[in-house]
């Protein structure tokens, strides 16, 4: 049919006036090979991206889901993907202390590896952990923690994590991602972010995976500090190349940070460039567009939310298939540059323990070991000189007589008797059973051994002094104190405890440890303590009682603990541990931080006190601690001196992907990266007793006066922990990148470097630092 041309040209003009489509909005937060600095991380992501290219819908989809039922050692086993490799399904498995086996090592925790201020310990344990992963077939650990930071002291999790001092958590976190990946596992870091109280983390007061979602708690944290202080140990974690990452059950900012697209698309995927996959925590994911649009790529636990479910919302057009390729793409990229094909199955009863990892254990515990305080005079005190006879009170000193990790039930059936045994790790999702506990008892029966002359050991395992009842020639007495009438040395062991999905309701020592301590102090003038705890303890009943002459911390030690112990009090190790947090004089004294009022409709957090936690807020507020952040005593005696300071420049490069965060100076974009070298500073540590030991040399550093932001006194910015021979004397170097003498400006949505003078201060701890130099920016 011929068209007159009338109707032709009407035609025309009305196809013209007609709107046109609107171009599809540009996704964001999608993989790019842009930050790629290995070689072998790009060749994965580029098999990655071929391999899914080459699938069909339906297998794409499949993938996405987790089983409902999984294999004995994995909390979460995706489906086969045979074009891959993968037959049966990549395994993701608990937890941060070690794998949940009684086949397996318990490693000391993140707080205690932090303590060691040790980057070669923080590197040996994660690769022995990491080797029991990649032994028992689990290819993506749920291991490492970086969040909670711990803002609040009492946050049952904290001991899950390192430190609440940003830099030393980032310096850990990059150190044990890289460990865990050489053995060809994910370094999945967790939890992201704004976790920082157990208490409403999912909508109700206590427990585990129930959820009111309206009674979740909502962290409230503005951009600067989510970047200083939260998301910086995530920033080093991505820079040394973590697969993974999990994110958290609480809002972040009045949304839930599982679908929080501004933090896991903007933040995450864009700002730092994540090169891997976001996981939810289990039960963390609400619902299946909430999650898929806006940056999660798993879903752990339950409900399955993706699979079947995210394939309706793809054929609906609610979810663009894009967006499932670039999840399919994240979790093979780690697959295939960690060359996971290789790993074997999963075998839970696969023995994995070995005898690597018990050495490496027993010294990570060893050189996280904190002496507090130590009189080391006339025989008293630390280390036992010329010791007959030393008697080890309290249960903690001793297995429980319910065997290992049993005290779960203190917390599940609040009325029942008090957990009494030695505690080596802490209990929920990120504790690890152990195939035996050396305990206290055990270790110095065994350092015993080894010395010239025998010691005398003995002990009253029971936390009630007045318990039990003597029959001797004089009558009737307490069992306790003949021991320590016979005794040299008395050594308390007390303790304390912590778990997820409860955070601790105070600070006290189990089992009125502090009266033990009292006790057994009125009566001996010899006392040691021996702390087992995940964080700061009240103390100011027994610290100044004259007849305590040493304290020490072990944190939660892992199956060594005894023997390390045992190890440091004989004198065969000298301390060397630092606070990785600071003990207050009084409990008052910290901040509460955290939410703890009445269980209501969408309750808040708000973390008005910005980066101001841990020592930052003893030093902003003048209040003076017990012991502070970075404090630890020796047997020996060092100094520091000769601190001088330079400009540096140069790239500080990646191991494996590059952030995309921007530096400004003099209100400019910069051509130097935030990672860049930006100064060094040296100093001379030397060992000026006559013990060789180890010393942490701490390089802290204060902004100029007139920046922008109101900063912290001091921060943290360098450590190094050189091994001296009495005498001796080394030089250490920190190197500074500019990102360490930056804030964060929500003017520039980007950090900055102020200009003027920073006081770079160097010591032994937060608060003993006589070296201080200038250095003009």
Request: with cysteine; charged share 20%.
């Amino acid at each position: 049919m011929l068209l007159k041309w009338s109707t032709l040209i009407a035609l025309i003009i009305a196809a013209s006036a007609a709107p046109t489509a609107a171009p599809a909005p540009e996704l964001k937060g999608l993989l790019k090979a842009d930050g790629f600095t290995s070689q072998q991380w790009k060749d994965g992501f580029a098999k990655a991206q071929a391999l899914v290219a080459s699938l069909s819908f339906d297998q794409k989809q499949n993938f996405t889901a987790l089983r409902d039922s999984v294999p004995p050692g994995c909390s979460g086993l995706t489906y086969p993907l045979p074009e891959a490799g993968i037959e049966v399904g990549l395994c993701f498995a608990d937890g941060p202390t070690g794998i949940q086996s009684r086949y397996s090592t318990q490693f000391p925790a993140e707080v205690t590896t932090a303590a060691t201020f040790d980057r070669d310990l923080f590197y040996r344990r994660a690769y022995a952990e990491g080797a029991e992963y990649a032994r028992l077939g689990a290819q993506v650990p749920l291991s490492i923690v970086v969040g909670p930071m711990g803002r609040s002291v009492y946050n049952g999790r904290n001991w899950e994590g390192f430190s609440p001092d940003a830099f030393l958590a980032g310096e850990a976190v990059r150190y044990t991602v890289e460990a865990f990946q050489e053995n060809k596992v994910t370094a999945l870091v967790k939890h992201f972010v704004g976790n920082e109280q157990e208490y409403l983390r999912n909508g109700v007061p206590t427990g585990y995976l129930r959820s009111v979602q309206n009674q979740t708690i909502d962290s409230i944290i503005d951009a600067a500090t989510l970047r200083e202080t939260y998301t910086s140990p995530f920033a080093e974690a991505i820079r040394a190349g973590a697969g993974a990452i999990m994110n958290s059950y609480n809002k972040l900012n009045g949304t839930f940070a599982a679908e929080n697209g501004d933090l896991l698309l903007g933040v995450l995927k864009e700002e730092l460039n994540f090169h891997g996959f976001v996981l939810t925590d289990w039960g963390a994911g609400k619902t299946t567009l909430g999650s898929a649009l806006n940056g999660t790529d798993a879903i752990g636990g339950f409900p399955n939310l993706f699979g079947a479910s995210l394939a309706a919302a793809i054929v609906n057009g609610s979810v663009p298939e894009a967006l499932l390729d670039d999840k399919l793409t994240r979790i093979l990229t780690q697959y295939f540059a960690l060359d996971q094909s290789s790993l074997p199955n999963i075998d839970y009863d696969r023995w994995v323990a070995n005898k690597t990892s018990t050495i490496v254990v027993r010294e990570v515990a060893e050189g996280a070991i904190t002496l507090l305080k130590n009189s080391n005079v006339s025989g008293l005190g630390l280390p036992l000189q010329n010791i007959r006879d030393v008697a080890l009170i309290g249960s903690a000193a001793a297995p429980s007589k319910f065997g290992i990790l049993n005290n779960l039930n203190m917390f599940w059936n609040k009325s029942s008797s008090p957990y009494s045994g030695v505690v080596t790790d802490g209990f929920g999702s990120g504790s690890s059973p152990a195939a035996y506990i050396t305990d206290p008892l055990t270790g110095f029966v065994a350092a015993s051994k080894e010395q010239d002359r025998h010691v005398a050991i003995d002990g009253f395992f029971s936390d009630d002094p007045t318990e039990g009842i003597v029959i001797g020639e004089t009558g009737p007495s307490s069992p306790i104190d003949t021991k320590l009438m016979n005794a040299d040395a008395a050594f308390v062991f007390v303790s304390a405890v912590a778990m997820e999905g409860y955070d601790r309701p105070n600070l006290e020592l189990l089992n009125n440890g502090s009266n033990l301590i009292q006790y057994v102090a009125d009566h001996h003038n010899n006392t040691i303590v021996v702390l087992e705890a995940p964080g700061p303890v009240d103390m100011a009943q027994w610290n100044a009682h004259p007849n305590v002459t040493a304290i020490l911390f072990s944190y939660f030690g892992g199956q060594e603990m005894g023997s390390a112990v045992a190890n440091v009090a004989f004198g065969q190790v000298n301390p060397s541990g630092k606070l990785p947090f600071t003990l207050a004089k009084q409990v008052s004294d910290y901040p509460l931080n955290l939410y703890n009022g009445s269980i209501t409709l969408d309750p808040i957090a708000k973390f008005t006190e910005g980066d101001f936690i841990d020592y930052k807020h003893f030093d902003a507020a003048g209040v003076e601690p017990l012991y502070e952040f970075g404090y630890g005593l020796s047997y020996s005696t060092f100094a520091v001196s000769d601190v001088s300071a330079w400009p540096k420049t140069g790239p500080c490069p990646a191991p494996v992907r590059e952030t995309n965060e921007k530096l400004y100076i003099d209100g400019e974009l910069s051509g130097m990266g935030v990672y860049d070298y930006a100064a060094t500073v040296q100093a001379t540590v030397t060992n000026t007793g006559d013990v060789d030991g180890a010393e942490v040399a701490q390089l802290y550093v204060t902004y100029p006066d007139g920046t922008p932001r109101k900063m912290p006194v001091k921060s943290l910015r360098g450590f190094a922990k050189p091994y001296l021979k009495a005498g001796e004397s080394q030089t250490v170097q920190f190197e500074l990148r500019n990102k360490d003498l930056a804030y964060w400006s929500a003017v520039y949505h980007g950090w900055v470097v102020p200009r003027g003078d920073f006081t770079f201060h160097v010591g032994t701890s937060s608060r003993d630092l006589p070296l201080r130099e200038t250095f003009t920016f």
